[in-house]
Nanobody, 123 residues
Framework: VQLQASGGGLVQAGDSLRLSCAAS????????MGWFRQAPGKEREFVAV????????LYADSVKGRFTISKSNAKNTLYLQMNSLKPEDTAVYSC?????????????????WGQGTLVTVSS
C-alpha cells in the first residue's frame, strides 16, 4: 500500500484546512485508515481513524468536534477536515493504513504510512 498525503499549509487560528491521503496498491475499502500528527519535540499522537467500512470512527479528545475524518472508496482517498484550528494543532500530519480491522489508535499498530504534510497554525 502506498499513501500520499497532501493539503497542509500555513493558516491562522480559527481557519479551516482539509488534508487528503491518496492510497494505491490496495483499496481503502479493505483498510482501517487513520491520521496521526507529530509536533516539534513531541511524540507522534493519534488524531482520528475510520474503519474500512466507514461506519466506525474514533477521534482524539483534543480534536473531537473540530475535525472530521472521512474517505471515498471510489477515489481511494482519505480526508481530514480540520475546522477551528488552534496553534496547538501545528504538527506534521501523516496518514496510515491498518488491515487488522481493529480500529487501532496506536501508531505502532499501523503498517503502512504516507509521508507527512506540515500544518502550521499561527495565532
Amino acid at each position: 500500500v502506498q499513501l500520499q498525503a497532501s493539503g497542509g499549509g500555513l493558516v491562522q487560528a480559527g481557519d479551516s484546512l482539509r488534508l487528503s491521503c491518496a492510497a494505491s496498491g490496495r483499496t481503502s475499502s479493505t483498510l482501517d485508515m487513520g491520521w496521526f500528527r507529530q509536533a516539534p519535540g513531541k511524540e507522534r499522537e493519534f488524531v482520528a481513524v475510520i474503519s474500512w467500512s466507514g461506519y466506525r470512527i474514533l477521534y482524539a479528545d483534543s480534536v473531537k468536534g473540530r475535525f472530521t475524518i472521512s474517505k471515498s472508496n471510489a477515489k481511494n482517498t482519505l480526508y481530514l477536515q480540520m475546522n477551528s484550528l488552534k496553534p496547538e494543532d501545528t504538527a506534521v500530519y501523516s496518514c496510515a493504513a491498518d488491515p487488522s480491522g481493529e480500529l487501532n489508535t496506536h501508531w505502532y499498530e499501523y503498517g503502512y504510512w504516507g509521508q507527512g504534510t506540515l500544518v502550521t497554525v499561527s495565532s
